[in-house]
Nanobody, 129 residues
Framework: VQLVESGGGLVQTGGSLRLSCTTSGSTPEHRTIGWFRQAPGKGREGVACISVTDGTTYYDAAVGGRFTISRDSTNNTVYLQMDDLIPDDTAMYYC???????????????????????WGQGTQVTVSS
């Protein structure tokens, strides 16, 4: 399974970016794609996830209504639209694939790194103040 992120960059506070995660070789069971981020000196934290089967989603409370996750099954790509960016959003952003559904993430109110098996290399997002 391979995942490739793209779309990161440098933006000012209040700006927007759209990240892409393109997958290949995924197993039928790995039907959830999640986005995580890791700021310097901090642990990796979950942002959002989506079922590529039925489109159900889960968002971490930290991103409020500012981020939107979506998928395009025709080209095996999941997007993370990020609006109203703030300096605290500065981090390396990773996508990953999992057997665990967004419904389970909703039940536990979290995205656990341990639920995800295959990871991309990341794309850097920097928000200037």
């Amino acid at each position: 399974v391979q995942l490739v992120e793209s779309g990161g960059g440098l933006v000012q506070t209040g700006g927007s970016l759209r990240l892409s995660c393109t997958t290949s070789g995924s197993t039928p069971e790995h039907r959830t794609i999640g986005w995580f981020r890791q700021a310097p000196g901090k642990g990796r934290e979950g942002v959002a996830c989506i079922s590529v089967t039925d489109g159900t989603t889960y968002y971490d409370a930290a991103v409020g209504g500012r981020f939107t996750i979506s998928r395009d099954s025709t080209n095996n790509t999941v997007y993370l639209q990020m609006d109203d960016l703030i300096p605290d959003d500065t981090a390396m952003y990773y996508c990953a694939t999992s057997l665990v559904t967004p419904a389970t993430a909703q039940e536990f109110s979290t995205l656990r790194v341990s639920w995800y098996d295959y990871w991309g290399q990341g794309t850097q997002v920097t928000v200037s103040s």
